[in-house]
């Protein structure tokens, strides 16, 4: 079964630590995408990579960067936390092409 | 930027009744897909339209996409408690590298 692995399912964090957020995939797709979900707000994209060490900010980048050093892998960074990060992430990755995402289980991260 | 906007935002059914969502981009699409969210899961592909006019059936969910590729409809007939959940719209543009553009979702609560 294809997948995309999340590492944490809920994560509690501290004001001011960097956060890492990992993301796996098994399917060899070259894009890959984090978004954010929050009640009212839908899904918002903070960042995007359509291959090995590339990357696009998406519509909310601000605090976030990203990392992808080898294909199936993708990781979130929160610099310095805020409690403004308190969400769910998503990640979520497709081929090229894109004929459909997969997303992952997904992160709750709660910033104290 | 486009945008692509969906109604209603919530929608409450008596068990039996059909449910219909909408979804509209303020551009041509190459293609639009639909999504499912699960409460307390992630968002599942659905299917993919491609073709003007298209209109795809999968059991009781009927998709539809208009012939000017702007506007999009996921119709449900005779809702069941399994289809509770948030339907999310995606608009795709060739330009746009693979990065959809999702709709704020429609959340579906179905009353046995």
């Known amino acids: 079964d294809v997948k995309v692995t999340q590492s944490s399912r809920y994560l509690v964090k501290r004001t001011g630590e960097k956060v890492f957020l990992e993301c796996v995939q098994d399917m060899d797709h070259e894009n890959m995408f984090w978004y954010r979900q929050d009640p009212g707000l839908g899904l918002r994209l903070i960042y995007f990579?359509?291959?090995?060490?590339?990357?696009e900010k998406g519509d909310i980048p601000e605090g976030y960067s990203v990392s992808r050093e080898k294909k199936e892998r993708f990781s979130l960074i929160l610099e310095s936390a805020s409690t403004n990060q308190t969400s769910m992430y998503l990640c979520?990755?497709?081929?090229?092409?894109?004929?459909?995402?997969?997303f992952g289980s997904g992160t709750r991260l709660t910033v104290v | 930027g486009q945008q692509v906007m969906q109604i209603p935002q919530y929608q409450h059914v008596q068990e039996g009744e059909d449910f219909t969502t909408y979804c509209n981009s303020s551009t041509t699409l190459s293609n639009i897909q639909w999504y499912k969210q699960r409460p307390g899961g992630h968002p599942v592909f659905l299917i993919q339209?491609?073709?003007?006019?298209e209109v795809k059936k999968q059991k009781r969910l009927t998709f539809q996409f208009g012939e000017a590729k702007k506007n999009s409809s996921l119709h449900i007939t005779a809702t069941q408690t399994t289809d509770v959940g948030t339907y999310f719209c995606?608009?795709?543009?060739?330009?746009?590298?693979?990065?959809?553009?999702f709709g704020d979702g429609t959340t579906l609560t179905v009353k046995p």
């Open positions: 979520a990755s497709s081929f090229i092409g894109n004929y459909g995402y997969t």
């Open positions: 990579s359509y291959d090995v060490k590339m990357k």
């Open positions: 995606a608009g795709n543009r060739l330009t746009n590298a693979g990065k959809s553009t």
């Open positions: 339209l491609v073709k003007s006019g």
